[in-house]
């Protein structure tokens, strides 16, 4: 059973940065792609930055594009989110999932999920 923790969130002032880390374990990482998603209260989570298995295709979510980097090192079996130029709209919790289907992030259906870290970025 592949098994998700998250690590980095915290309170950050706006402009600032975070780096959310998600380490997989119970199964191989290297072929599964890692996805990030937040979500807000009263809103659906939302697919924010994703990165496949191959560690070369990624996509981003138009309002952090520019901003946000995800990676991965899969000799540490760990994903990483690097968020930049931090805006109180990026407040929120953030889920790391990972599926073996790339498609699955797009319809926020992948196979497992992290426990979730808040993010709270401060005007």
């Known amino acids: 059973q592949v098994h998700l923790v998250e690590s980095g969130g915290g309170l950050v002032p706006a402009g600032g940065s975070l780096t959310l880390s998600c380490e997989l374990s119970?199964?191989?990482?290297?072929?599964?792609?890692l996805g990030w998603f937040r979500q807000v209260p009263g809103k659906e989570r939302m697919l924010v930055a994703l990165?496949?298995?191959?560690?070369?295709?990624?996509y981003y979510t138009e309002s952090v594009k520019g901003r946000f980097t995800v990676s991965r090192d899969d000799a540490k079996s760990t994903g990483y989110l690097q968020m930049d130029s931090l805006k109180s709209d990026d407040t929120a919790v953030y889920y790391c999932?990972?599926?073996?289907?790339?498609?699955?992030?797009?319809?926020?259906?992948?196979?497992?999920w992290g426990q979730g870290t808040q993010v709270t970025v401060t005007s």
């Open positions: 119970g199964h191989t990482f290297s072929r599964y792609s």
């Open positions: 999932a990972a599926d073996r289907l790339y498609g699955s992030f797009f319809s926020s259906k992948p196979d497992f």
């Open positions: 990165i496949k298995w191959n560690g070369v295709d990624t």
